[in-house]
């Protein structure tokens, strides 16, 4: 069974700059999440998908980040404009179900902000 | 006061040791806990679910305290291959919250 697909595994820009990131979940999850990892700590929730509603997005920075997930299947998140502070892992993980309590995690993204 | 307190390591043992990890959680309507395994520069993967009453899985056992919101991973005989970043994560209100994890390297 294929994993969560992300892309690109690696990223560099300075600040002020735009930036996207792809994820594809495992076939058949309704349920998405985009995790934002920065260096010595755990993952922290951005945004939650249920097929292409959002669930939970309190902890997104909606002044410059946005996602979407516009089919219920592939979902991109976009930081616009970048900051230093950015800098960070993003993971995307997948689950069949809300109530499926385990959660299928990316190779994620590596950030850079420069 | 986070909401997932985890002694951040690193804890360096031999082959071979027991290695006990700890974790406190601050939200009581905490439902369900997990330990997540994360390698170097590697996405997280569920170690295994922690269970009331406790629960073992081979050479690794969880314990749960709800009275003290507290959750516990025992390793037994520690391979190499254990080295890795240790994640306490509750789940409430259908949401995982990830400690900042626990470093652990075992020693030749």
């Keep these: 069974e294929a994993g969560v697909a992300q892309s690109p595994r690696y990223k560099i820009i300075e600040k002020r700059q735009s930036v996207a990131f792809w994820c594809n979940p495992i076939s058949g999850h309704a349920t998405l999440y985009w995790y934002q990892q920065i260096l010595g700590q755990g993952p922290k929730l951005l945004i939650q998908f249920q097929n292409n509603g959002v669930v939970d997005d309190s902890q997104l920075p909606k002044d410059r980040f946005s996602a979407e ?3 219920g299947v592939d979902s991109t998140l976009k930081i616009q404009p970048a900051k230093l502070e950015d800098s960070a892992v993003y993971l995307c993980a997948s689950s069949f179900s809300r109530d499926s309590n385990i959660q299928y995690f990316g190779a994620g993204t590596r950030l850079s902000v420069l | 006061r986070k ?3 985890q002694d951040p390591g690193p804890f360096n043992v031999p082959e071979g040791a027991t290695v006990a990890f700890n974790c406190t959680y601050s939200n009581s309507a905490s439902q369900s806990f997990f330990w997540y395994r994360q ?3 590697k996405e ?4 295994m679910s922690v269970y009331s009453s406790g629960n073992e899985d081979g050479r690794f056992t969880a314990q749960l305290n709800r009275a003290s919101q507290y959750i516990s991973l025992l390793i037994r005989d520690s391979k190499l291959s254990d080295s890795a970043t240790y994640l306490c994560v509750p789940l409430a209100a259908r949401q995982l919250t990830f400690g900042s994890g626990t470093q652990l390297t075992v020693l030749p």
């Design chain 1, 69 to 71: 997930r516009l089919k």
């Design chain 2, 39 to 41: 390698d170097c520069r």
């Design chain 2, 44 to 47: 997280p993967k569920l170690l």
């Design chain 2, 3 to 5: 909401e997932v307190e």
